[in-house]
């Protein structure tokens, strides 16, 4: 087994050297068959701290921030056990939960016994506030462990899921050497009775578990050196500093994802003078006004769930404020607009707007008489510069930014789908009721619009594809690969008007005729059978050639969609892998990435599949030459995961 030692000179009140026999370990991981890891030992001595009147049982030692970070940096180049050692115990297996038992581990009593492959280290922090002075994994005592000096129960006891990232930190914490540290100026004897509790709780798990002493002990610490000290000597591993800023130098995968949403969906040109993007993050000028509104934007439309559509009065006024400023309105967000009828007000009062907001961003001549009576051409004003938005910057503002293009350049409402997305590279999601209303009054916008070039726009019909969709297109992660669900991919005719001809099925079949497959041609078609969503199929060993298949797609200039059944578990983990090799990201980035391209829907790998695609990371740095280092630690990941999933979640 890889091995490091690390233990220091370190005197805590009058401390002596332990006996020999007492000398703890921090250990990592143990390489897997296809790494071999040559193991580091470290020479330092550990200090126990023996004039503190610990309990019968617990042992407390010290450890400095250099030997800490060196210990972090050791573990995290560690390779990960096989999953075959680590689940399904990773998924939770109570003892009382007969569903989740029966299910993965009926006939075989030795899969509930904890792995002996793994080897953790897990930081804790005094008084459980992580908003300030953390070190990159740390977690609240009350996390790992109850009031009674035990370590939590992590698995639950009734229910069925292979997604529980919540309980992996708990679940891990007893296959770990503990590390309590605290802010500075924490009282030192605070951090040694916690860290008391925890050496009492790791004896008597192992009186439970361990009770042959088949492992090596698992060992608690103090840190002896102050915050500002390890932070100084390790800033790589500190999330964040005294003052609660993040540091940056560890990721932190809810700013990542605002980051990579940011990204995806920034402001762009959509149609001459108006844009459609997210709700910008302003800065105040010294002088007064928000700089970025008015450099930048005049109007100012934000997609919203309790707006209602202006009226011309209204809009008469706002058009007058114009030219004393910036001004922003409201309009309704998508899918709060139910179909009307032909003479509603609502029907008149939204083709007003968008009329509106084009001849805003178009002006025209306009013509007045002199004091001789004579007719006068005046220029126009200055376009307005318009932005349509909201928070994502593609939910909420869909409905009137698809029906203001359709009005803009003349195009029926399916043409104004292909050419927002494939043109002018937006993505965005409808709901059903927003198909269904633009199909409706798209003969009307056609009508009044400046750009119509159909003769006769009431006998337009919507072709088949754009009949078959539920509002929402398959989500494009990169310019050759989507990711979708098998309704996109029973469309065949929408893929190839999106420019995609090949198709990777995971787990789930398409229903095609034999005439479409002819059109497509069997090569451009891939099934991957026998991978279930059920925290049991592995899916790592299929990577080769599914990627290979979108490589090939990519060589012709062409896009693959890849598709499972909802589009978020399976199908999501290959293009999780896809985007790590392609763009040499790690997971967690890769991770947040994808999940920020799938538009309105959450992307939920479990566990096993995250737990491949961080061995996927490892295979990638290695072929790569670079270093193994991870970004975040399991336990981290999925506590990351879990709290990006939170809010989400049903309570």
Not at 397 to 412: D, I, K, R
Not at 476 to 499: F, K, Q, S, T
Request: aromatic letters at 10%.
């Amino acid at each position: 087994m890889a091995t490091v030692i690390v233990q220091q000179q370190h005197t805590l009140r009058h401390s002596t050297p332990p006996p020999s026999s007492m000398s703890p370990a921090l250990m990592t991981p143990p390489g897997s068959d296809r790494v071999t890891v040559k193991s580091r030992r470290s020479s330092i001595r550990l200090s126990v701290i023996p004039s503190f009147p610990t309990p019968p049982g617990a042992k407390v030692y010290g450890i400095n921030a250099q030997t800490l970070g060196e210990a972090l940096g050791y573990q995290a180049a560690q390779p990960l056990p096989d999953p075959a050692h680590m689940f399904p115990w990773l998924h939770g297996l109570h003892s009382d939960n007969h569903v989740q038992l029966g299910f993965f581990a009926s006939r075989k009593r030795t899969q509930r016994k904890p792995p002996k492959a793994w080897r953790g280290i897990t930081l804790v922090k005094l008084g459980g506030d992580l908003t300030k002075s953390r070190i990159r994994g740390a977690v609240s005592p009350n996390e790992v462990i109850s009031p009674l000096s035990r370590f939590l129960m992590a698995d639950p006891p009734e229910g069925f899921s292979v997604r529980n990232f919540h309980i992996q930190t708990a679940k891990l914490a007893p296959l770990s050497d503990i590390v309590i540290y605290g802010a500075d100026g924490v009282d030192r004897e605070e951090l040694i009775a916690l860290a008391d509790e925890f050496s009492l709780a790791q004896a008597a798990w192992r009186l439970k578990y361990d009770p042959m002493q088949e492992r090596k002990s698992y060992n608690t610490f103090v840190l002896t050196s102050s915050f500002s000290e390890f932070a100084q000597k390790c800033p790589s591993w500190v999330s964040a500093d005294a003052n609660g800023y993040l540091t940056g130098s560890c990721m932190d995968l809810v700013q990542w994802e605002r980051i990579e949403m940011a990204n995806m969906s920034r402001a762009s040109e959509i149609s001459a003078n108006v844009w459609l993007g997210p709700t910008p993050e302003y800065t105040v000028h010294p002088d007064g006004y928000d700089a970025l509104e008015k450099d930048s934007y005049d109007l100012m439309i934000e997609a919203s769930d309790v707006a209602s559509i202006p009226g011309p009065r209204f809009l008469a006024a706002i058009d007058k404020k114009l030219e004393s400023g910036a001004q922003r309105i409201e309009f309704p967000s998508s899918g709060s607009i139910v179909l009307p009828s032909d003479n509603s007000r609502e029907l008149e009062d939204f083709v007003n707007t968008v009329r509106w907001i084009y001849y805003l961003a178009h002006p025209e001549p306009t013509e007045e008489m002199d004091h001789d009576g004579d007719v006068e051409t005046r220029s126009p004003r200055k376009p307005v510069r318009v932005l349509i938005h909201c928070g994502d910057g593609y939910t909420e503002s869909t409905l009137l930014a698809v029906a203001y293009f359709m009005f803009a350049e003349g195009v029926p409402v399916n043409e104004a789908y292909l050419k927002l997305h494939c043109d002018r590279k937006r993505n965005f999601f409808a709901y059903p009721t927003d198909v269904a209303f633009l199909s409706h009054i798209q003969t009307r916008l056609l009508q009044e619009s400046p750009a119509n070039k159909f003769t006769q726009p009431t006998e337009l019909s919507d072709p088949d594809w754009f009949l078959r969709i539920d509002g929402s297109l398959p989500s494009r992660i990169l310019d050759y690969m989507y990711l979708g669900n098998i309704n996109h991919a029973n469309n065949p005719e929408l893929l190839w008007a999106l420019g995609i001809r090949r198709v990777l099925s995971i787990g789930e079949p398409v229903s095609w005729t034999p005439e479409q497959r002819d059109k497509w041609g069997e090569e451009n078609l891939m099934y991957i059978d026998n991978v279930q969503d059920n925290g049991i199929d592995p899916l790592c060993q299929e990577y080769g050639r599914c990627l290979k298949f979108i490589e090939n797609g990519k060589n012709d200039k062409t896009a693959t969609l890849v598709h499972c059944r909802v589009g978020v578990s399976r199908s999501a983990s290959i293009c999780i892998a896809e985007v790590m090799a392609a763009k040499d990201m790690t997971f967690p980035s890769a991770y947040c990435f994808v999940r920020a391209r799938r538009l309105n829907v959450i992307i939920q790998p479990h566990l096993r599949f995250v737990y491949e695609l961080l061995q996927w990371e490892e295979f990638q740095t290695q072929r790569l030459g670079g270093s193994r280092r991870r970004k975040l630690e399991w336990a981290s990941i999925c506590r990351e995961i879990a709290l990006l999933n939170k809010p989400y979640s049903r309570t």
